[in-house]
């Protein structure tokens, strides 16, 4: 069994920041890749961040230059900054890891952008 805890979410104004973790345990041999995917009310869960266990990152272009990937292998644990946060920011934030073949999703943490 894996779980994932997600925690950092919160209420944010615009243009301010916040950081989101999530820690895997469990029966984890080696993880492949570790990402953060969003689901804002009404729409499809869309890729935030992933980052590859080279470090290789890969962001969605509306995140490009505002969010930051980052994970510490000796934690199994992945972090995103996010910065300038925008309206549109607004979701549930899910965390993903791949430890192959099975992928394994956190319950999610709700980001709010407003003033």
């Known amino acids: 069994q894996v779980q994932l805890v997600e925690s950092g979410g919160g209420l944010v104004q615009p243009g301010g920041s916040l950081r989101l973790s999530c820690a895997a345990s469990?029966?984890?041999?080696?993880?492949?890749?570790m990402g953060w995917y969003r689901q804002a009310p009404g729409k499809q869960r869309e890729l935030v961040a992933t980052?590859?266990?080279?470090?290789?990152?890969n962001y969605a272009d509306s995140v490009k230059g505002r969010f930051t990937i980052s994970r510490d292998n000796a934690k199994n644990t992945v972090y995103l900054q996010m910065t300038s946060l925008k309206p549109e920011d607004t979701a549930v934030y899910y965390c993903?890891?791949?430890?192959?073949?099975?992928?394994?999703w956190g319950q999610g943490t709700q980001v709010t952008v407003s003033s």
């Open positions: 993903n890891i791949v430890v192959p073949p099975s992928s394994y």
């Open positions: 980052i590859l266990s080279s470090g290789l990152t």
């Open positions: 469990g029966s984890i041999a080696s993880i492949f890749a």
